[in-house]
């Protein structure tokens, strides 16, 4: 399982409660992207639409850049893309997204068996001076690694 894209704001700004797993609908240009590394899930969500009477999921935001070998040469590289779940996850997740206060965000892009996957969480935003507390955490935990190391 090798990572091609982490979401590292996503990391800094949200709370995580529970991961999921969900394959991608991608084109074969897209695909040769993603495995290059040449993606970015920087300011990207995960959307809940309901379309043809149906509910899916999409990837919102996400860039793919042009793959240069190919032959589409009017590629949207920040196009919508539908995310495959089972029935179960995506009733689950449909209840818990109308819950206040929570929201999908895409945490990585990575391969398992050849399939580009991506891994989202359901998620709350954290407030400021949580965001603050974590900052501090990790420059204790830095002071600690570097007095330990000094010794």
Do not use: C, W
Not at 133 to 143: C, G, L, Y
């Amino acid at each position: 399982m090798s990572g091609l894209a982490v979401n590292k704001d996503a990391l800094f700004s949200y709370e995580l409660l529970e991961k999921f797993e969900a394959g991608l609908i991608l084109n074969g240009a897209e695909v040769k992207t993603a495995k290059m590394g040449q993606v970015s899930l920087r300011g990207s969500y995960v959307s809940l639409r309901h379309k043809e009477g149906l509910s899916r999921l999409y990837l919102v935001g996400a860039h793919f850049s042009p793959y240069k070998f190919s032959g589409i040469k009017d590629a949207d590289p920040v196009r919508e893309r539908q995310l495959l779940l089972k029935k179960s996850e995506l009733a689950y997740l449909i209840g818990k997204s109308k819950e206040k206060g929570l929201t999908l965000v895409p945490i990585k892009l990575y391969t398992r068996n050849s399939l580009v996957k991506l891994e989202f969480a359901l998620a709350r935003g954290k407030k400021l001076h949580d965001k603050r507390e974590a900052i501090k955490k990790r420059e204790v935990e830095r002071e600690m690694k570097r007095s330990l190391k000094g010794n």
